[in-house]
T-cell receptor, first 115, second 111 residues
Framework: GAGVSQTPSNKVTEKGKYVELRCDPI?????LYWYRQSLGQGPEFLIY????????DSGLPNDRFFAVRPEGSVSTLKIQRTERGDSAVYLC?????????????FGPGTRLTVL | GESVGLHLPTLSVQEGDNSIINCAYS??????FIWYKQESGKGPQFIID?????DKRQGQRVTVLLNKTVKHLSLQIAATQPGDSAVYFC??????????FGTGTRLKVLA
């Protein structure tokens, strides 16, 4: 079946603009995760959804970042007033359920460049 | 797509040789560990995992070793192939769903 998909694959924006990044998880996966990956680093946890609710948003760097998952499937990561330091690859992952040792399946990521 | 990890430590291995990639983890309370492979322009792909009640686990051509005493993980790849060229990350759990990733190692397979 189809894996996790993310759109757009690349996004270039100007400092101060608003961006939305979309994630389509694997069908039937109830848990969804957003990560950020800077060049030369491993992915860094941002937020975790179980169903429609954000169960843990402790990784969001500040209040310019927000994510939603209104129907428990597709999720959108929203970044307001983008800054050059927001440039990174934003990865989405999903898993069948939460709990111990559930494999997270990653999408290809959205590369965000803030000029 | 963008290359991940342009400045990562690099391990160069001759095709057909065995590769060993090492990782030090940070939290002695972590009880689940995963190795991921990431090719350029793609998301991380699960390779193999191990729980803290084990010290070795084998998959197809891959073996993970866990040394809890020194908080060290290693990934061994047997008969390394060109398709194994990628960046490899270890990850440890922080709770039931959050993973903390290491900084990664680039594996280059020489023909």
């Amino acid at each position: 079946g189809a894996g996790v998909s993310q759109t757009p694959s690349n996004k270039v924006t100007e400092k101060g603009k608003y961006v939305e990044l979309r994630c389509d998880p694997i069908s039937g996966h109830t848990a969804l995760y957003w990560y950020r990956q800077s060049l030369g680093q491993g992915p860094e946890f941002l937020i975790y959804f179980q169903g429609t609710g954000a169960a843990d948003d402790s990784g969001l760097p500040n209040d310019r970042f927000f994510a939603v998952r209104p129907e428990g499937s597709v999720s959108t990561l929203k970044i307001q007033r983008t800054e050059r330091g927001d440039s990174a690859v934003y990865l989405c992952a999903s898993s069948f359920k939460t709990g111990d040792y559930n494999e997270q399946f990653f999408g290809p990521g959205t590369r965000l460049t803030v000029l | 797509g963008e290359s991940v990890g342009l400045h990562l430590p690099t391990l160069s291995v001759q095709e057909g040789d065995n590769s060993i990639i090492n990782c030090a983890y940070s939290n002695s309370a972590s009880d689940y560990f995963i190795w991921y492979k990431q090719e350029s322009g793609k998301g991380p792909q699960f390779i193999i995992d191990i729980r803290s009640n084990m010290d070795k686990r084998q998959g197809q051509r891959v073996t993970v070793l866990l040394n809890k005493t020194v908080k060290h993980l290693s990934l061994q790849i047997a008969a390394t192939q060109p398709g194994d060229s990628a960046v490899y990350f270890c990850a440890e759990n922080a709770g039931t769903y959050k993973y903390i990733f290491g900084t990664g190692t680039r594996l280059k397979v020489l023909a």
